[in-house]
Nanobody, 126 residues
Framework: QVQLVESGGGLVQAGGSLRLSCAASGGTFSSYAMGWFRQAPGKEREFLARITRSGGSTDYGDSVKGRFTISRDNAKNTVYLQMNSLTPEDTAVYYC???????????????????WGQGTQVTVSS
């Protein structure tokens, strides 16, 4: 129902910052809670952040609290992930995902999201 396209990934030095974007189309963006996940080779997909439909509430994974910030602009059908103080351990493919359930509580498992983008590579050099 909704298509998601991530952008903004790339190569950044340790300690640097990067902002990822996820553009949505084909659905009513404001009806979806949105999440960000990442996956490094050989590792499970990791929950990073979630934002409610209106943007009034956010939730973060423990590994990125205080460093990453999720936000959304419903007028632009876009969700963002601002990443600061990056380390090589942040190197991964980053995915955005949409949740149509309407749940207001934390949802941190990949199977709790119905729609996924193609991913964007983030590489942090030391």
């Amino acid at each position: 129902q909704v298509q998601l396209v991530e952008s903004g990934g790339g190569l950044v030095q340790a300690g640097g910052s990067l902002r990822l974007s996820c553009a949505a189309s084909g659905g009513t963006f404001s009806s979806y809670a949105m999440g960000w996940f990442r996956q490094a080779p050989g590792k499970e997909r990791e929950f990073l952040a979630r934002i409610t439909r209106s943007g009034g509430s956010t939730d973060y994974g423990d590994s990125v609290k205080g460093r990453f910030t999720i936000s959304r602009d419903n007028a632009k059908n876009t969700v963002y992930l601002q990443m600061n103080s990056l380390t090589p351990e942040d190197t991964a493919v980053y995915y955005c995902a949409a949740d149509r359930s309407g749940a207001i509580y934390r949802r941190a498992r990949p199977y709790e999201y119905q729609y996924w983008g193609q991913g964007t590579q983030v590489t942090v050099s030391s």
